[in-house]
């Protein structure tokens, strides 16, 4: 067998069982993300320290992340298989243990602990078993189903959250995790990697092996966009809304009154709720909008909807208005961030692919590292509203870089190596 044979050309139930199995993983990783940024102010609260530290101490918890390049090797030397399920058994663990802690010097160890095992390998065998033709699709799709977590979320940011946040970590991670690792069994190890498998033992191949001169530009371009993407996430409107809520558009956690009737912590729950929807509609199209209009025209459209959708709720007054925005904020971000993972699978060698992707990842994150502090500074000096404004130039950043990568529109991933890699080095 060629390794151009390996490539599914149709649909078979173990994809179907695929989908279910990996969005179930998203489903836990997308959960503490959502649920950590909606109750920043009463982590901040649970530590007494001002909302503006969080931004800091997210930096510091980020280093965590760029230490994962490490962890993100393993796939490319164990397994697709076996990797999922240790690392996801750590990072859970990990996290439910700084959920307890009320130090919050081990508490921040901990989530440091966490993020060095936060490795998604779901779209490397999304890249490796799928057909060609709907690889966008079913990225789209498991993540969008993983993205139903955020409802979970929302929902629990209005259940006694003061007393429970730190529980409701451990309510919703420990069984997901027994769920996912009982479906785990079935799984099979990619065909791609079993069929690499020999040669990987006589190749050797080292972590800095992406670094060879073929793969540079290539690298730095998918590592970019994701980097501006995560900046967008990490450092923005979707991280730190409900501080810019509180301290700057008037509402208030504690207010259940007459005289503001909406502006509470129960109306910042309905407004999540919403907003995610937004978040789950966008997953899902995203693969549909990749696949038939190509991972570039998706992302120039989706992401200068965001932009507008920014601005206005930057300069909103009304409720209808944070709802509309925020809706499609989060619509739009899911959009664009999904075609760049497509993109940063899909260039790179079988032997190389998790490692590739890996450094991409690690090089993205600094911009939560580097981003929170600039936030930190700008937040606590000039206000929330003001660096949101600032940071609406990522978008636009974003848009003239993709300009300058391959379209990889339904097309096998040996074939993208060939004519985008091999080919253009040559």
């Given amino acids: 067998m ?20 990996l969005s179930i993983f998203r489903f836990i990783s997308l959960f503490n993300i959502t649920y950590t940024t909606l109750i920043l102010p009463q982590i901040a609260a649970s530590f007494n320290i001002p909302s503006a530290t969080i931004a800091w101490i997210f930096s510091i918890i980020g280093i965590g992340v760029l230490v994962s390049v490490f ?30 802690m009320t130090n919050l010097i081990l508490h921040i160890i901990f989530r440091l602990l966490s993020g060095i095992f936060a490795v998604n390998t779901s779209n490397i065998i999304v890249a490796e078993e799928m057909p060609a033709r709907f690889r966008g ?26 007393r429970m ?36 033992k006589e190749k050797k191949g080292s972590i800095f092996g992406i670094f060879q001169r073929k793969y540079l530009r290539i690298l730095i371009l998918v590592s970019s966009i994701l980097f501006m993407s995560q900046y967008i996430y990490s450092s923005g409107i979707k991280r730190y809304f409900t501080i810019f809520l509180f301290e700057e558009k008037g509402f208030n956690p504690f207010s259940y009154g007459l005289w503001q009737p909406f502006r509470n912590d129960a109306f910042i729950g ?34 200068a909807v965001h932009l507008v ?23 739009t971000f899911a959009v664009f961030h999904t075609c760049i993972l ?42 929330w509203g003001f660096t949101f404004l600032i940071l609406t130039i990522l978008p636009i950043l974003l848009i003239i870089i993709t300009v300058f990568i391959p379209e990889t529109k339904q097309r096998v991933v040996e074939e993208i190596l060939q004519t985008e890699i091999e080919q253009k080095f040559k």
Avoid at 146 to 160: D, E, I, R
Avoid at 167 to 194: C, H, N, Q, S
Avoid at 273 to 288: K, Q, R, T, V
Avoid at 309 to 319: D, H, K, M, P, V
Wanted: net charge positive; aromatic share 18%.
């Fill in 137 to 162: 699709r079913v990225s789209g799709i498991i993540v969008s189903i993983g993205m139903s977590s955020a409802m979970l979320a929302s929902y629990l940011v209005t259940c006694n959250i003061v």
């Fill in 71 to 100: 962890i993100r090797r393993l796939p490319d030397v164990w397994g697709r298989k076996p990797t999922l399920l240790v690392i996801g058994i750590i990072n859970i663990t990990c996290i439910c243990i700084a959920a307890l």
């Fill in 342 to 383: 497509v993109f940063s699978v899909e260039f790179w060698p079988t032997e190389q692919r998790s490692t590739a992707s890996g450094w991409i990842f690690v090089f993205s994150s600094i911009a939560g590292v580097f981003g929170n502090i600039i936030v930190y500074f700008l937040a606590s000096s000039y206000g």
């Fill in 270 to 303: 309905i407004l999540s709720a919403l907003s995610f929807i937004g978040s789950i509609i966008g997953y899902w199209l995203s693969g549909y909008f990749a696949d038939r209009f190509g991972r570039k025209l998706t992302i120039y459209v989706a992401t």
């Fill in 165 to 200: 946040w730190r529980y409701y970590y451990l309510i919703v991670d420990i069984p997901a995790m027994i769920i996912f690792g009982i479906l785990w069994l079935k799984m099979k190890e990619t065909r791609r990697f079993m069929f690499e498998k020999d040669k990987l």
């Fill in 2 to 21: 060629s390794e151009f044979e390996l490539e599914q050309k149709e649909w078979i139930g173990y994809h179907s069982y695929l989908i279910i199995l």
């Fill in 309 to 331: 959708a920014q601005l206005i709720f930057i300069f909103g007054l009304t409720e209808l208005e944070f709802i509309l925005s925020l809706f499609f904020i989060n619509l």
